[in-house]
């Protein structure tokens, strides 16, 4: 260390070692006056700020190579013979928040500076120091790629060291650290120390700037510590959703929305016990980890939390109400091995307590994991039909007993071709509708009942007057382009559309009544015919059989099962035939299965059936060659 301060053994070099510490620190001062002195206190400033203590932190190790031709004897950071110019960079290191380290790797030992101590909450500690001192604080999943990273730097694989890790500071809490250093050997060689500084970047990896709350980021390691704990106290993740933000918000300019979710952000945090964590998350959600001993525990606070969404959230002066939906998972951190996967878990219960409604809270359960697994495969299975013609038209007899039993219509019923085989609606539909798929489907099942419409041997065997029936649903009704999509569909296969009749639910229409209902009178209006399907089941209204516009009421197979030992029940469809029937509707019973169904149903007025007493849903190709005009009763 002696031979160091002895300028006289290198007295060249030293001038130049002084000459260009010089014009460095010069340069770095005036660089420092121009953007740090100005004491801008504006968000613009402090990014100024920020990109300042940045870039003088590169600096200074550019500058590390420079300021040592030589080996640095070891400590010198620490004090010692260290030069006055030297000290001064030091100093000029400890102004911009960075620790500084100095790592002599024959006896793996280490200096740090006092602001490194500082930075972490530690009380200071004079060196030499063990390696340990610093390693055994780096969090236990990226002690080994800092050290990789070393390894690399020093192996000539990487032209610098940098590296971030996380590092547990005096309070028990992980900051985020980006490390950088240069070693003595980069021309040379494998060098004997590295020296380099930390600086800490917890904030700009673990906050979220448009709240000011913690990240996803955030979320991840505070479950990581969690699980790492094997504690028995039962723990809640909640994800919560902001279910109208999108659509209310995307008006405000962008600071205006961060206003307002950082006023939204401290009245959460209000109502929250305090030992609870709250982030946020993409797309207007928020994330929490709350300790409750009992779900009614959970109850109240969620109660509490939920009373903020009772009021108007102002943004830019502007009162705006916003829905929540909130998905929770009940956990105990001894038996979570996998943080991704409990994430996943809150958020399929967040994505069925959006689908449920405003306000809802969704329990994450297994029955929900195996629904959704169904969903998804049944969209794949959706998509995998669309794209290679996989969506069958199967037809299913509508028979008018009044006419001796001869095959007036049939109804149109989709299936889907998969690798599994044939399979029917309950394995698709409801997917089909959540992801309107449903439309696409749709339309490839009308054309083929518009094809059958127009098939030359189907209008030899059956008439040139017997009509098609095609379920619409809730998603169909709403669309602007059904009914001319329809119309030149029907006009390129120069089909009549009195001959096509489409079928729709009491809940399809009521789920937007008003555009249905346009809907509807618009198709009749063209001449397409409209039936009211499955009436007589769930909340069915009698008055929907005078306001709506229809053509046929097809009774539900609930009207007619155990009716020939049913007394009521015949009184019913018998008053409900004659209802439709004096109300202008051709009346369909379905679920007609076996003969004495079949004979009740004749004897009280039913003109026209639909059921397995015929013939279940068949393939188009395989309909001619099995079912004649006047097909034979499976009595």
């Not at 500690?125 to 610093?134: K, R, T």
């Not at 055994?136 to 790629?145: L, S």
């Not at 494998?190 to 990896?205: F, K, M, P, Y």
């Not at 539900?556 to 015949?570: F, G, N, T």
Request: proline residues 5%.
């Amino acid at each position: 260390m002696a031979d160091m301060c002895t300028p006289e053994s290198n007295g060249e070099e030293k001038s130049r070692e002084i000459e260009i510490l010089d014009q460095a620190i010069g340069t770095l001062d005036a660089w420092v006056r121009n953007r740090v002195g100005t004491n801008d206190l504006t968000l613009d400033g402090q990014r100024a700020e920020s990109e300042c203590v940045a870039r003088l932190a590169v600096l200074c190790n550019a500058l590390y190579p420079q300021v040592t031709p030589s080996p640095m004897p070891f400590g010198a950071l620490s004090g010692g013979c260290f030069s006055e110019h030297t000290l001064l960079l030091g100093g000029v290191l400890d102004g911009t928040t960075d620790g500084i380290w100095e790592w002599r790797l024959d006896t793996d030992q280490l200096c740090l500076s006092s602001r490194w101590f500082s930075m972490l909450g530690l009380k200071e500690e004079h060196g030499p120091l063990p390696s340990s001192v610093w390693l055994d604080r780096v969090h236990p999943d990226d002690q080994a790629m800092l050290r990789e990273a070393v390894e690399r730097y020093l192996n000539s694989i990487d032209s610098s060291l940098a590296v971030e890790y996380r590092i547990k500071d005096a309070f028990g809490t992980w900051r985020m650290m980006a490390c950088r250093g240069v070693s003595d050997g980069q021309t040379s060689g494998r060098g004997r120390w590295l020296v380099g500084t930390q600086t800490d970047i917890t904030d700009q990896r673990f906050c979220d700037r448009a709240t000011g709350l913690g990240n996803a980021e955030l979320l991840n390691q505070h479950l990581d510590d969690i699980c790492r704990s094997n504690s028995d106290q039962p723990l809640y993740l909640i994800k919560l959703a902001l279910s109208n933000a999108e659509d209310v918000l995307d008006a405000f300019p962008p600071h205006h929305i961060e206003g307002g979710l950082r006023r939204l952000s401290r009245v959460m945090r209000c109502r929250l016990p305090p030992d609870t964590s709250l982030v946020a998350l993409p797309n207007y959600q928020f994330g929490l980890v709350v300790e409750a001993d009992s779900r009614a525990t959970l109850s109240d606070i969620m109660d509490r939390l939920e009373a903020v969404f009772s009021e108007p959230v102002i943004f830019d002066e502007t009162g705006v109400w916003l829905s929540h939906a909130m998905g929770i998972v009940e956990f105990h951190p001894g038996q979570v091995t996998n943080v991704p996967q409990l994430l996943m878990q809150a958020r399929l219960a967040l994505q069925h307590a959006v689908r449920t409604g405003v306000g809802s809270r969704c329990f994450y359960t297994d029955a929900l994991a195996e629904l959704t697994r169904h969903a998804g495969a049944g969209e794949q299975m959706i998509r995998e039909a669309l794209a290679h013609n996989g969506v069958r038209c199967f037809l299913q007899p509508i028979v008018s007993l009044s006419e001796g039993g001869r095959i007036v219509g049939f109804e149109a019923l989709m299936r889907l071709q998969t690798e599994f085989g044939i399979i029917g609606p309950e394995y698709f539909i409801e997917v089909a509708e959540r992801t309107a798929l449903i439309h696409p489907l749709s339309r490839h099942l009308l054309e083929q009942a518009i094809d059958v419409l127009a098939d030359p041997r189907f209008n030899t065997v059956y008439g040139s007057e017997f009509t098609v029936n095609v379920n619409l649903s809730s998603k169909q009704l709403l669309d602007a382009t059904l009914v001319e999509w329809l119309m030149s569909a029907l006009a390129r296969r120069n089909v009549a559309p009195t001959r096509l009749q489409v079928e729709v639910t009491e809940s399809s229409v009521l789920a937007e009544p008003q555009t249905a209902r346009l809907t509807l009178e618009a198709l009749r209006a063209r001449g397409i015919s409209i039936a009211l399907d499955d009436f007589g089941t769930g909340y069915s209204s009698l008055a929907q059989l005078c306001d709506l516009p229809l053509d046929t009421v097809k009774l539900d197979r609930c009207l007619v099962m155990h009716i020939e030992s049913d007394a009521r029940k015949r009184h019913v469809l018998v008053s409900m035939i004659e209802l439709c029937k004096r109300l202008g509707y051709r009346v369909v019973v379905e679920g007609v299965e076996d003969f004495p169904v079949l004979r009740t149903v004749r004897a009280l007025g039913g003109d026209s059936i639909q059921g397995f007493i015929y013939a279940r849903p068949l393939p188009v190709g395989r309909v001619i060659e099995e079912l004649p005009l006047f097909p034979v009763m499976k009595a």
